[in-house]
T-cell receptor, first 113, second 111 residues
Framework: DQQVKQNSPSLSVQEGRISILNCDYT??????FLWYKKYPAEGPTFLIS?????DKNEDGRFTVFLNKSAKHLSLHIVPSQPGDSAVYFC????????????FGKGTLLTVNP | SQTIHQWPATLVQPVGSPLSLECTVE??????LYWYRQAAGRGLQLLFY??????ISSEVPQNLSASRPQDRQFILSSKKLLLSDSGFYLC??????????FGPGTRLTVT
């Protein structure tokens, strides 16, 4: 049972335009959500996060939106740059001292110059 | 800030051979440690996590095992590798903030 879903395996956008990556979840106990960026043959790096008490968090070009009623979150990148080309993973945590993250399968973003 | 080291970076092993991947963490103490695997075309699958020395929790039944002999050392092992064990293995740590930090990973190819 996949509790965190990223239904788009890939996304291609033009440089300077907006990239929107989507993520859906099924576990209503999730209360913290994170986005990671991963280049090939490297470990994921943390990008941005959002708590379930918020509906928006912004950090520079990156904004994450959370719709709890729809169990949906999205990552917006504006403007997109070629260096943003990577796999983006959505992850969720349901709290507790073990702090186990549940990851989606990832979306490959390609930003074309 | 913490730094995670993993070695080797790449490994090619025949089916049936043993495996030992090592992860060490610098810059923090008493972290939670995690082993993930990214198989081709799949997401990050949590394999094991540890909240302290000698404490290992397994998430997925398989022929892999993990050990934590020291506070900042996490080892992933197998007695006999299967073809399905091929993948990209990632060690991660959590130090109390919300994000987990990942190491550079080990690419394992079982032939």
């Amino acid at each position: 049972d996949q509790q965190v879903k990223q239904n788009s395996p890939s996304l291609s956008v033009q440089e300077g335009r907006i990239s929107i990556l989507n993520c859906d979840y099924t576990n209503s106990m999730f209360d913290y959500f994170l986005w990671y960026k991963k280049y090939p043959a490297e470990g994921p790096t943390f990008l941005i996060s959002i708590s379930s008490i918020k509906d928006k968090n912004e950090d520079g070009r990156f904004t994450v939106f959370l719709n709890k009623s729809a169990k949906h979150l999205s990552l917006h990148i504006v403007p997109s740059q070629p260096g943003d080309s990577a796999v983006y993973f959505c992850a969720a945590d349901s709290g507790g001292s073990n702090y186990k993250l549940t990851f989606g399968k990832g979306t490959l973003l390609t930003v074309n110059p | 800030s913490q730094t995670i080291h993993q070695w080797p970076a790449t490994l090619v092993q025949p089916v049936g051979s043993p495996l030992s991947l090592e992860c060490t963490v610098e810059g923090t103490s008493n972290p939670n440690l995690y082993w993930y695997r990214q198989a081709a075309g799949r997401g990050l699958q949590l394999l094991f996590y540890s909240v302290g020395i000698g404490q290992i929790s397994s998430e997925v039944p398989q022929n892999l095992s993990a050990s934590r002999p020291q506070d900042r050392q996490f080892i992933l092992s197998s007695k006999k590798l299967l073809l399905s064990d091929s993948g990209f293995y990632l060690c991660a740590c959590w130090t109390g903030n919300y994000e987990q930090y990942f190491g550079p990973g080990t690419r394992l190819t079982v032939t």
